[in-house]
């Protein structure tokens, strides 16, 4: 059984937040290690020929009812972004830039918690440059590095890698070639990396 995590993680999305929040936790847990593995998830959609869900009013009614509940179990914060949905593009880019620097998941986290625990526009480079500068990340250098060819080249990698797997939503995991959707999987998750159950 492997013992690595793929995590496939848009900054858009409010349970890949939540899950984010938990992941390293679970990781620690079962000894695994994660991959973060930022993607664009209107990318996916636009393959899938699938629509946002909060677009259905009576879907984004229940998601944000479902998202206090969630916050309150992880003792999480979560607020209404100024805009929403974001365009994630700089922030993915500059998740990818954090990754080649050594910083995948404290670049992700400050991202992630820039939008869905303050609610800050992250499609602004300023407020990357801020969230990323908070969590002690050299926010010039990952700015710069996020407009290289190479950064921009894996996230249409990791983006296609996502589709040619099955991907239709975030987050998504992968243990070896098993994949779990949804912040809601991770105790599953968790019981096949400590091996209670099979993928």
Not at 122 to 142: H, M, N, T, W
């Amino acid at each position: 059984m492997s013992k690595t995590i793929e995590f496939f993680w848009e900054p858009g999305s409010p349970y890949t937040y939540l899950a984010a929040t938990q992941l390293e936790a679970l990781a620690k847990d079962t000894g695994a290690t994660v991959v973060w593995k930022p993607f664009l998830l209107g990318k996916v959609f636009e393959a899938r020929k699938m629509s946002l869900p909060a677009a259905v009013p009576q879907k984004a009614a229940y998601m944000f009812k479902d998202l206090a509940r969630w916050a309150q179990i992880y003792q999480t914060p979560v607020t209404m972004p100024k805009v929403f949905p974001v365009h994630s593009l700089a922030a993915s880019r500059a998740a990818i830039a954090a990754d080649q620097l050594g910083h995948a998941s404290k670049a992700a986290l400050a991202i992630l918690k820039a939008y869905w625990g303050e609610g800050q526009d992250i499609s602004q480079p300023e407020v990357l440059a801020a969230a990323l500068s908070k969590a002690g990340l050299d926010a010039a250098a990952i700015l710069a590095k996020s407009q290289e060819q190479s950064v921009k080249d894996q996230l249409k990698a990791n983006t296609e890698d996502a589709l040619n797997r099955g991907v239709f939503g975030a987050p998504s995991f992968f243990v070896g070639d098993a994949m779990f959707w949804g912040n809601d999987r991770l105790d599953i998750l968790k019981l096949v990396l400590q091996g209670k159950i099979k993928a």
